[in-house]
């Protein structure tokens, strides 16, 4: 059976090559090659994206080897009302967020000027600097790598979806049948792997460009070390008299958007819901566990001087140590 | 030897035991709840705890639990060192106990640590810190069971 091209692939496919072929030109920033181990981030600037889905589509192809391949039927699952997530059958849905597309465009209509404006933009995991998913998996299967990309292990993760729970974006969609939880208590415990955007962490230690940001016509996304995008974002932002998105969300991302319009306006009208992320202000998850945490360093102290208290009260009343009821 | 007596405790080693025991409850409890089985087998359908299905709620018990733990495993070493060695001598027992404990101390340091922002771990090492975590409240668990069922303390007196 031939192949059938319609027009709208072809112009993809064309203003993908295009992209590609100018992302080439384009010399890879030097942080990026070889493993980095400095804090990247992106720069999406959305006045750029024309929503053609090139990146989604080199999304897809350049991560099918990781994506999930499911043994059926699946486990029995106890209790009885635990869901099992099948994606396998639908693969070919790229509107949202799914085991098998970590990255979407999302579409916002606004009237801007007193014109109707309709603004399209790339949505996928915002690689917090200091990701819940990560600091609350139970397992260490997410973790955040000293590059700024937190990503998921396959090989670990149980599919319990806390890490999508916890997610102030619930990012991580889950596939059932596949992982480690079947060669343990496949029906009492876990239910698949949990999949998103790993920023093409190997094409990154590879010294590649995400796959996204490498086939993007437009340029619409870029990378390079977090100060450098935060500085150009605001550069942007005062430019054009914009708004920025991600620097402060959850206490830092390392996903910094820019929009002429403001963010609030675009969560407005954009289709949101299960896989469709929503850009509100999110504040830091982690921000109250953090400061636990720094007073954890007087625990000890506090309890030693509790100690030595008791000690100077009784050598202070001749008696070198409690004693015990007889 | 005999290890010695609860019923031989003062009230504030009594207090003290009880806050003890309770702050383990507690954590052991707080901690399970960092898997996501709460929600899945109904313990946070029994009224009132609906927040054990709270992932930021029992993280924060956990670590408010950690932070009295803290100050109690220190207060009771320097507690020991000043005047509790002078009478007494740990089990066998509670030589066991203490090396677990250290275990999840440590190990649950390292977690702490791991989830501050600016601190990253190498993807094995944060592997081996959370499942050992696990693995050390597991074997407290069992020891802390079995002792008690032998009724082995953790200290005996000292004779002269």
Redesign the interface.
Known sequence: MPNKISRRSFIKGGLAAIGAVGASSFPVPATVRGAPQEELATLIDIRKCIGCEACVEACQEVNAPKFPAPKKPFPKMV?SR?KVSDWSETRDVMDRLTPYNWLFIQEATVIVNGEEETFTFPRRCMHC??P?CA???????A????NGITRI?AD?CLG???CK??CPWHIPQRQTGVGLYLDILPAF?GNGVMYKCDRCFDRIEQGKLPACIEVCPENVQKIGPRNEIVREAHAIAKEITGHIYGEKEN??TNTIYVSPVPFEELNKVMEKGPGRPHMKPVED??A???N??K??VI??????A???G??YK?TKNGN??????? | MKSLDRYELTGSQRILRWFYVLLLIVMGFTGFGQMPIFKRYYIADIPGMVWAANFYLTHYIHYLGAFFLLALIAYAILDYILSGRKNFNLTASAYLRIAFLGGIVVTGIFRVLKNLPDVVFSPGFTLFIDISHLGFMMAYLFSALFFLIIRSGWVTRKSY
């Open positions: 209790p635990v600097q200091n819940p600091d609350l998996c139970p397992w260490g299967a973790r955040k790598l000293k292990d670990i319990g979806s806390k729970v916890v415990a206490g830092g998850s982690m109250h566990a953090d636990l945490a007073a954890m625990a000890p102290l506090a309890g030693a509790a100690a030595l008791k000690f009784f070198g140590s409690e004693e015990l009821r007889k």
